[in-house]
């Protein structure tokens, strides 16, 4: 059974930084695309970036482009996200997504939630001085 953890996020000053992590357990695939969404109160939750693997493809939302990086784990299966230059617009929930299937996704596939079987139970950032 796979399972998502994240780990990260928390309480941050504005232009301050924060990471993320998400690492899928229960997975014996090599090939992955993973995800991060983020859900705002009051809104409805919307795609912040991607990353493909094997390649290594990635892909961003326009308001996060030069801020967030998203990169390959340390750990199998899974993923970081550098969080730099946050705004207090970026509050949200955070969720891990994951497709762990045998086939590649196509990167104009990965922005849509439909994409993923796994999802992480979520976790909170806050930027707020």
């Known amino acids: 059974q796979v399972q998502l953890v994240e780990s990260g996020g928390g309480l941050v000053q504005p232009g301050g930084s924060l990471r993320l992590s998400c690492a899928a357990s229960?997975?014996?695939?090599?090939?992955?695309?993973m995800a991060w969404f983020r859900q705002a109160p009051g809104k409805e939750r919307e795609f912040v970036t991607a990353?493909?693997?094997?390649?290594?493809?990635?892909v961003y939302a326009d308001f996060v482009k030069g801020r967030f990086t998203i990169s390959r784990g340390s750990a199998k299966n899974s993923v970081t996200l550098q969080m730099n230059s946050l705004k207090p617009e970026d509050t949200a929930v955070y969720y891990c997504?994951?497709?762990?299937?045998?086939?590649?996704?196509?990167?104009?596939?990965?922005?849509?939630?439909?994409?993923?079987?796994?999802w992480g139970q979520g976790t909170q950032v806050t930027v707020s001085s």
């Open positions: 997504a994951a497709r762990l299937r045998s086939t590649t996704a196509i990167l104009s596939a990965l922005p849509f939630g439909s994409t993923y079987d796994y």
């Open positions: 229960g997975s014996t695939l090599s090939r992955y695309a």
């Open positions: 990353f493909r693997w094997p390649g290594g493809n990635t």
